[in-house]
């Protein structure tokens, strides 16, 4: 569904350096959660997991210049646990969310893109099923605001030796939860290299330290 593309298709050459080990993580180790991440909201999250158990099978590394690295890790079934941290491999790692797929088109023309592009600059992301989230990134005062885009390499070996590049435009919104809780959504237009564009939707949920371990 909403990141299979990352698991198959053409591989890029990329360096040969090997891929970090964040927190224990890295392809082929498995992630076990605390279920009361998410199961401590009841029906009032839309988010929801049927297992504590993550098994990864790719790894990826989005470098945002100044602003630090965010590492990403896979399971088969597109989950997607997420790590951002001021260095490359990843030490000083100190924000932690886990992500669900929710949604994957494609559009079928340029006014499609349009309206997706415009739903991403809005302060208020919903519909699909969805409540309304508000803007996370940059707050939600002005009427609109530039998404952010960067390259994802992505890795299912070990060595790095080969990974694919996919380039995304995307913003994050939010809306809170009972008992101090908050619920996250990411909107992405993403585009594989050789790939098709596509139109993604992942619900997710902020992680403490605490709450995973490898």
Not at 40 to 57: C, N
Not at 78 to 88: A, E, K, N, R, T
Not at 174 to 184: S, T
């Amino acid at each position: 569904m909403i990141f299979r593309g990352l698991f198959g298709g053409k591989r890029d050459q990329g360096d040969d350096q090997a891929i970090p080990v964040v927190r224990n993580i890295t392809i082929g180790r498995t992630v076990r959660l605390d279920p009361l991440a998410w199961r401590r909201y009841g029906s009032d999250a839309k988010f929801a997991l049927d297992t504590d158990v993550l098994e990864i099978v790719a790894q990826g590394r989005i470098d945002l210049g100044p602003d630090g690295f965010v590492h990403r890790f896979y399971t088969e079934h597109d989950l997607m646990l997420q790590m951002v941290s001021p260095d490359p491999e990843g030490q000083g790692a100190d924000d932690f969310t886990l992500f669900g797929p929710w949604s994957s088109d494609y559009p079928p023309d340029g006014a499609a893109r349009r309206r997706w592009a415009d739903r991403l600059r809005a302060p208020a992301f919903g519909g699909q099923d969805l409540p309304e989230y508000r803007r996370f990134w940059f707050g939600d005062a002005d009427a609109r605001q530039e998404p952010v885009s960067f390259w994802e390499s992505v890795y299912d070996d070990r060595s790095g030796a080969r990974a694919r590049r996919i380039y995304q435009t995307c913003m994050l919104f939010a809306r809170d939860l009972p008992g101090d809780g908050r619920e996250l959504l990411l909107a992405i237009e993403m585009e594989p290299e050789g790939g098709d564009l596509t139109h993604e939707v992942m619900v997710g949920i902020p992680l403490n330290v605490g709450e995973f371990e490898a």
